[in-house]
Nanobody, 125 residues
Framework: QLQLVESGGGLVQPGGSLRLSCAAPRFTLDYYAIGWFRQAPGKEREGVSC????????NYADSVKGRFTISTDNAKNTVYLQMNSLKPEDTGVYYC??????????????????WGQGTQVTVSS
């Protein structure tokens, strides 16, 4: 399994912003798809956004389109999730995950096989 390390979570007021980072200290992102997923208490883990190093547009869940942006810094082997206009319903544990481009099909948890430990995001006044 590949090592992924998330950071950047925290407590923010509604309407605020956070930037999450997913670092891959021991492998290059060039051959992988990276996804951000989240899990709220009592709910299933869901896909937020995924990006593929092979090109093409990243995809986003409908609930975050226009508010979240995923990006990659290949020099730093890091994937970011910029989250703006945060809402209370964005609260949850956010995970990044990776899968080989050879296996990547959909931005769903079942398609990813390497996971970070998660970082808590809480949106509350």
């Amino acid at each position: 399994q590949l090592q992924l390390v998330e950071s950047g979570g925290g407590l923010v007021q509604p309407g605020g912003s956070l930037r999450l980072s997913c670092a891959a200290p021991r492998f290059t992102l060039d051959y992988y798809a990276i996804g951000w997923f989240r899990q709220a208490p009592g709910k299933e883990r869901e896909g937020v956004s995924c990006i593929s190093s092979s090109g093409g547009s990243p995809n986003y869940a409908d609930s975050v389109k226009g508010r979240f942006t995923i990006s990659t810094d290949n020099a730093k082997n890091t994937v970011y999730l910029q989250m703006n206009s945060l809402k209370p319903e964005d609260t949850g544990v956010y995970y990044c995950a990776a899968v080989s481009l050879l296996l990547f099909k959909l931005c769903v948890p079942a398609d990813f096989n390497s996971w970070g430990q998660g970082t808590q995001v809480t949106v509350s006044s």
